[in-house]
């Protein structure tokens, strides 16, 4: 059963900001001062079935660093959306070009850049350490913290309304 107060059948697409929510807010640097992010295996594993499955997914992030493309592009993920200054013209035109409406789309962000885009889509949704304007602002918040399952959390949850969650031998490898 859901966790998430909103009809998960009508998500046809999720986007997900990168630092925060993906990774740790937390980023380590290396000797020439550029981010090295981690990401978490559940996470991953959750995109990239969410993607056999036919979700559209996109990442719209601040980072810009073309290791973030490389990570989401082997998981299948093809919209991936780097120095995103302004992130919901990125948001609006991908859906356009998508045919979605706000109602079939989920956002997960957890800071100040994030909160146009989860305003206008129909389910927004954080990690549970966001900041206190994102919390106030979300449909839902994840038991997950950023870098730590909250994408997993919520890929799941849409995948099992639908009946698609480990539904067939797509769950079972990469």
Known sequence: MSRIDYDLTKIKAIVFDVDGVLSPSTVPMDNNGMPMRMVNIKDGYALQLAVKYGFKIAIIT????????????????????????????????????????????????????DLQCLRYVGLSCSPHDAVWEVKE???????????????????????????????????FGW
């Open 137 to 171: 602002t979300v449909r839902y918040i994840s038991p997950m913290t950023g870098g730590y399952g909250c994408g997993r959390d919520l890929i799941q949850q849409v995948m099992a309304a639908r009946g698609e969650w480990l539904a067939d031998d797509k769950a």
């Open 62 to 113: 601040g980072g810009k660093e073309e290791a973030i493309r490389m990570r989401y592009n082997a998981l299948g993920i093809t919209d991936v959306y780097l120095s995103a200054g302004k992130k919901l013209p990125i948001l609006q035109e991908w859906m356009q070009i998508n045919g979605l409406t706000p109602e079939e789309v989920a956002y997960m962000g957890d800071d100040i850049p």
